[in-house]
Structure formats: structure tokens, C-alpha cells
Nanobody, 115 residues
């Protein structure tokens, strides 16, 4: 069973920055990909970004150019650097890990961007 623990959320003004972290543990298998999703109140969970084990990165259109995903392969940790934050980025951010055809999720961390 893979455990994912997120940290780094908080309250920030529009235009500010935050860095989220997610540490994975509990697996002896390689993590194929890690990523971030977010869910705003009353809305569905949306994909934000993904990084593969070959360090290829992919971003949703709404965050492209503002967010950067990176990964520490040694420590099974993924990061999301969020710059130029907007009020519409306000959501609970969830870490995701894809291991042997199974998706695992963290508990989520709240990001609130004030205008």
C-alpha cells in the first residue's frame, strides 16, 4: 500500500507563490508517475500536472507557464511550484501516484488565494 503525504498549502495573495510537496512511502516498486490534481468547492477533481519516471512533464492548460512540477526520485517526493497564483487556483490539492496500474491519493492540502 502506497502512502502519500502532502504539505505546503496555505493562504496567499493573488500573484504570490506556494510550493507543495508530496512524499510517497510504502512501496518497493517503482512509481511510474506522480502528479497533482485539485478540487474546488462544488466542482469535480481536475488534473493539474504529471511527471513520469523519465521526468517528462505535462500540465493542464490553466496552469501552464505558472506551475512547475518536479520530482526527487531518490526520496519518492514530488513538488509543485505554483507562481502567479490566481483566486481561481483556490482548491484542495491532491497528490497522485501511479504504481503497477493502481492510482493512489494523498489526503489533500488546502490552497487559498485571496484577491
Amino acid at each position: 500500500q502506497v502512502q502519500l503525504v502532502e504539505s505546503g498549502g496555505g493562504l496567499v495573495q493573488a500573484g504570490g507563490s506556494l510550493r507543495l510537496s508530496c512524499a510517497a512511502s510504502g512501496t518497493k516498486f517503482d512509481i511510474n508517475a506522480m502528479g497533482w490534481y485539485r478540487q474546488a468547492p462544488g466542482k469535480q477533481r481536475d488534473w493539474v500536472a504529471t511527471i513520469t519516471n523519465s521526468r517528462s512533464t505535462y500540465y493542464g492548460d490553466s496552469v501552464k507557464g505558472r506551475f512547475t512540477i518536479s520530482r526527487d526520485m531518490t526520496n519518492n517526493t514530488v513538488f509543485l511550484q505554483m507562481n502567479s497564483l490566481k483566486p481561481e487556483d483556490t482548491a484542495v490539492y491532491y497528490c497522485n501516484a501511479y504504481v503497477r496500474s493502481t492510482n493512489y491519493w494523498g489526503q489533500g492540502t488546502q490552497v487559498t488565494v485571496s484577491s
